[in-house]
């Protein structure tokens, strides 16, 4: 069977090789189905997939160039961007970090650059890039893929898997990597729980918040470089029950006025280090947004103070990072007239002015996902795998990598190296294994 052929079967026990059984051809699984056939050429690796593409999120990441990975080489720095799992996360970034990412990339042809927000991408700009190195490694280290053909169930039997698979045919394995993505409601997700496993609640991360206000509404592509945008408690909202050290209420960077509403990574940020509260929330809560970011109401007030020695109009754009309509809108908002100047600005609409510009509340209506970013919360409970191997702490020879566990990060190129990572430690030890079985 060739790496393409996507019809034959794998009859059970058809082979003295040691087979082992990859679900889901994304990154994780891609990944690992890669590194297992490269260190254990003896084994049979089957990449399987649902859908009738594989590497989907892979295509579409980073507007179509994929980001990669993050510019960030400390295991502890960089574990610090996970809401969920950074624990574990940070003892599996000594084994595998960014650094092995680029350096795997960069032996295969594919060179990774850096840009000023630590964001990385390959030189090419372009997924596609990505897409047809994974392809060619696992061609060559003789991966087999099979598509629209996922896993419902799965039994132990002995020391080998059954699996049973969508089209209704069963194969065996002697080993079993899921790496299928969000832990969705699914045959799969009930075979996981008959064997033992705690799903954790599916939460969705890295969304946009959608919100109806005058302030922002026609000025959809407006972007501040710098804003801080804060949760306020109260109404709908209750602290996260998650257990995890500080969950941040508010987030520093980029923000994008939307059509729907905000988005920008200070948004999506936010969303991810409060998903679950968020989503107990049914979306619908309160922001505040400081419009210049780190500025203090002190030398903003300064700033006006000098203004108010001059002849300009109030409307006329103050701060460089703020868009001149987005300065209007604010100016529109607490009353004060077009052609009013700041020598005749009353000292109690400055105050309004400076409340608007610093901590202006806005309430935000329902969240709208970023195709590029998806992300879901929540799946395998990360207390029943051993890190160390990925392997299931419940089921010997089950293990795991990517978004089917409850690990997730914030945007920036932080998920896909959660992806790499637990896909290399869970394909090493596969291969390992599969490997001493070879030789008993």
Known sequence: MNFWDSSALLPLHSSTAPSIAVIGGGAAGYFAAITIAEANPAARVTLYEQS??????????????????????????????????????????HRWQPQDTIDWFAQRGVPIKSEPDGRMFP?????????????AAARAAGVQLRKECGLKTFSRQGDRFTLTLSDASQVAADR??????????????LALEAAGHSIEPLAPSLFAFNLADKRTHG??????????VSLVAGGCLSPSTEPSTQRPASQNGPLLITHRGLSGPAILRLSAWQARALQAANYHFEIQINWLGDVSEQSVREAFKHLRE???????????QVPRRLWER??????IPDQLKWAQLPKDKESALITELLAGRYHVQGKTTNKDE???A??????????????????PGLHFAGECLDLDGITGGFNFQAAWTTGRIAGLAMAESATTKSTD
């Not at 160039?65 to 610090?80: A, G, I, Q």
């Not at 079993?176 to 997700?189: Q, R, W």
């Not at 001059?310 to 754009?317: A, E, F, I, S, Y």
């Not at 395998?380 to 990925?390: H, I, P, Q, W």
């Open 123 to 135: 030189t090419t700009d372009d997924s596609q890039t990505i897409i047809d190195c994974f392809q």
């Open 52 to 93: 009738k593409r594989t590497l989907q999120k892979v295509k579409i990441s980073g507007g179509g160039r994929c980001n990669v990975t993050h510019h960030c080489f400390d295991p502890k720095e960089l574990s610090t961007r996970y809401p969920r799992g950074s624990r574990e996360l940070r003892a599996a970034f």
């Open 374 to 376: 998806f992300v879901t």
């Open 176 to 189: 079993l990597l899921i790496a299928a993505g969000s832990l969705k409601a699914s045959p799969l997700t």
């Open 310 to 320: 001059g002849k300009t109009q109030v409307k006329t754009k103050v701060f460089e």
């Open 378 to 395: 929540g799946g395998v409970s990360l207390k029943e795998v051993d890190f160390k191997t990925m392997e299931s702490r419940l089921v």
């Open 330 to 335: 604010l100016v529109e908002s607490v009353g």
């Open 219 to 228: 000025l959809a592509g407006l972007s501040v470089q710098n804003a801080q």
